[in-house]
């Protein structure tokens, strides 16, 4: 019988996980470390180093012989550098493998080639990673072997951030330390910490590896630039939840099996929307280790794919006209007794807070609309967001009926009896019913919905890293905190402030309650009239960051500086440009030596056909309407090829920046769209024998 192997039995072998941490260290440093975890701090050097060689041990006897600060800059990718634990041999010759404290807690990688946004140009070039020591150490099975990864944040010598990692923590502690304010004023003296929950639901494409290389536009852009219409796509809707195919269903149990390894919960699996496309979604953790985790989804969906002869496209939009991949970023806050806050609670007393709690919410998402959007912007990104797919780039809470309901009362009526009982606040709005989730009403077209028990953002593209969204979720909701906290405190009658507080965030922050169809033209009109922001790219939304209302926000949290901010938005920009300037040239350079090489081939062979037969002295009325209808579609191919060439090289010369990046947003892009067009067509005239790459068809119904 075939061994089977249960999760079980694998969880988490690959991680340095606390239980194995218990084992291994001696009494006190194992409670130090706890302290650190769980209070913030550093370890002492003398308990670095025996964490260190513990560490050390246990990778070794796992066939672990480098070590790698594993860590996220912004380029949105996980970065690694590997050291083996080799020293200097002794006089006789021999050699010891070591590990220290010092390397364990400090690397420095050399840092001046990641993207910086000028930031490290100003002050030094180096760069250090400090483990993060919240988030266990893992092994990673690679073609090199064996190596220890140590999850890192990355900041510059004088400590900006720069990467993905370090706001998050940053903003994950502000937002602890608001939401006990909130906490402590309904009585809860127990909890020390609350902190953000979430879950990733990762979309991706899988197709055959030896399909996709023969198109340079997955090589290099990880999605296609041209592309026909299959003339079936997912109008039938037999794909979602579909039956899995063997070929992808055994891809699908050797990825759960090595992320169970490496201690990720993979729960669920099943075929999206799209032919070829599948979603993985864990279970839900704390947002920082959710981030490391789903970096690590990502790069395990990837590496596993060649061993099947697949390859793992996680870009937004890899086909054109067949559905995108997004990532759903579920997001709630529990307390550290294990109380999650955005649950509505059974009792009017939970009711109450959590009302507050709501109103918040919808106040942080309503002021900062353009931050979350900008949030979840990417370059591939634009092609769902308010492009033709979904969800809108216009941002929006959906509450469900029950929850909308509860929000028009309160507004239109205030109703609301204040009554205190032996000390104990019982209820601000005793007139409210209980509530009960509302399991049926699904809303999928809301870019941000509440789902019973927690928010789901929809907006956040496939490939992108979870860290930035969560960032500012964190960031702004800590601000609503914090201020509704400064004026409870100060309130003589708390249960008449909390009552008030809440009728007045909800009735200023309503426009952004949407439950309706989020795709709908209507929607764009009517959010227009409520004045919310519609951005329509990353290039316009980038500037998000920089506003002033961002900036005090951040660095009235210590979440970012503003240079560190305005890095980040310069970043933004030069990585559209190089984006869009790399598309353009495998644009370039397919419909030069390929599709047109191709379309003139055939153009010949036609042309040779209709010599031939009228030689012969018959009738070539057919192949000379092919060849009339193929020789001005390969002009009008030329004319856009030249067109796009000049743009690109127009655009290329700017200095990089901002009106360089608007520059390839505005003609390049065009130019793009252009030039796919006719090629497209091209395709409906050419043998198909002659076609120079694989075809829709052939990838995404063919895996
Ligand atoms: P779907 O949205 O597809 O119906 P689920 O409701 O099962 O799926 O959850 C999707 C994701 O949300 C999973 O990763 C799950 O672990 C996560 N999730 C569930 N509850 C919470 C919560 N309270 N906080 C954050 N994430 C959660
Ligand atoms: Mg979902």
Redesign the pocket.
Same mark, same amino acid.
């Given at each position: 019988m075939k061994e089977r192997v249960t999760a079980e039995a694998i969880f988490a072998e690959n991680v340095f996980t606390l239980d194995k941490m218990r084992r291994r260290l001696p009494k006190e440093a194992y409670r130090e470390v706890m302290q650190v975890i769980s209070q913030g701090g550093e370890l002492s050097p003398a308990t670095a180093d025996i964490v260190a060689k513990a560490m050390k041990d246990w990778a070794m006897e796992k066939g672990a012989s480098h070590y790698s600060h594993w860590f996220q800059p912004l380029t949105g990718i996980t970065a690694e550098k590997h050291d083996s634990f080799i020293t200097h041999p002794d006089a006789e010759g021999r050699m010891l493998m070591e590990f220290s404290g010092k390397e364990l807690i400090k690397g420095e990688p050399d840092a001046s080639s990641f993207p910086s946004g000028g930031l490290r140009a100003t002050f030094e070039a180096r760069g250090y990673t400090a483990w993060d020591i919240t988030s266990p150490a893992f092994i990673r099975e690679t073609a090199t072997g064996p190596i220890l990864c140590i999850p890192t944040a990355f900041c510059s010598y004088t400590g900006e951030a720069l990467d993905k990692k370090t706001p998050l923590l940053r903003s994950m502690e502000v937002l602890s330390q608001q939401a006990l304010r909130i906490l402590r004023l309904f009585g809860n003296k127990t909890a020390s910490k609350v902190i953000p929950?979430?879950? /990733?639901?990762q979309e991706y494409f899988l197709v055959d590896q030896k399909k996709a290389l023969l198109r340079e536009d997955l090589i290099f852009c990880g999605r296609t630039l041209f592309g026909a219409q299959p003339p079936k796509g997912q109008e039938l809707e037999d794909h979602y939840f579909g039956i899995i195919r063997e070929r992808i269903g055994a891809y699908m149990k050797e990825l759960n099996e090595e992320l169970w390894q490496l201690g990720v919960t993979a +729960? &669920?699996q099943h075929n999206e929307a799209a032919p070829a496309q599948h979603e993985l /979604?864990?279970?839900?953790e704390t947002a920082n280790i959710a981030t490391d985790h789903n970096q690590i989804v990502m790069e395990t969906m990837k590496r596993i794919a060649g061993r099947h002869g697949l390859r793992c496209l996680l870009h937004e939009k890899p086909f054109a006209g067949v559905n995108g991949s997004g990532k759903?970023n =579920?997001?709630?806050l529990?307390t550290d007794t294990g109380i =999650?806050l955005?649950n509505p609670g059974d009792t009017p007393n939970e009711n109450i807070q959590f009302l507050l709690i709501l109103a918040c919410i919808l106040k942080a998402v309503d002021t900062h609309a353009d931050l979350l959007r900008q949030s979840a912007s990417s370059v591939g990104n634009d092609h769902r967001l308010g492009a033709n797919e979904a969800p809108p780039a216009i941002i929006s809470v959906f509450l469900g009926e029950q929850l909308e309901d509860v929000v028009r009362q309160l507004i239109e009526t205030g109703m609301a009896a204040t009554c205190t009982t032996g000390g104990v606040m019982k209820t601000g709005v005793s007139t409210l019913p209980d509530f009960e989730k509302d399991a049926t009403d699904?809303n999928r077209t809301s870019p941000f919905a509440f &789902?019973? =028990? +927690?928010f789901?953002f929809r907006m956040v593209g496939s490939s992108d890293s979870i860290g930035s969204p969560n960032t500012i979720l964190n960031a702004i909701v800590a601000e609503a905190f914090c201020e509704a906290a400064d004026r409870l405190e100060q309130a003589e009658d708390l249960d008449r402030a909390v009552h008030d507080l809440i009728k007045e965030y909800m009735s200023l922050h309503q426009r952004i309650i949407f439950n309706g169809n989020g795709y709908s033209r209507e929607w764009v009109e009517e959010a227009k009239r409520r004045g919310l922001p519609n951005i329509a790219s990353t290039v316009e939304a980038a500037c998000a960051l920089t506003t002033g209302k961002a900036v005090s926000l951040f660095e009235k949290f210590h979440i970012f500086t503003r240079a560190e901010l305005e890095s980040r938005e310069e970043i933004l920009y030069e990585t559209y440009a190089k984006t869009i300037h790399i598309e353009a040239l495998t644009m370039i350079d397919m419909a030069s030596k390929q599709i047109l090489p191709a379309a003139v081939g055939y153009s010949r062979t036609l042309a040779e056909t209709v010599a031939a037969l009228a030689g012969a002295g018959v009738e070539a009325d057919v192949p000379r309407k092919m060849l009339s209808e193929l020789m001005p579609c390969i002009t009008r191919v030329q004319k856009a090829l030249e067109i796009l060439k000049e743009e690109v090289k127009e655009a290329d010369a700017m200095e990089q920046g901002k009106e360089q990046a608007f520059c390839y947003r505005r003609k390049v892009v065009a130019a793009m769209e252009q030039l796919r067009k006719p090629a497209d067509e091209l395709e409906m005239l050419v043998d198909r024998k002659e076609w120079p790459f694989p075809t829709y068809a052939d990838l995404i119904f063919e895996v």
């Open positions: 929950m979430v879950g /990733a639901e +729960k &669920t /979604a864990p279970i839900y759903h =579920n997001w709630s529990n =999650n955005l699904r &789902t019973g =028990n +927690k789901e």
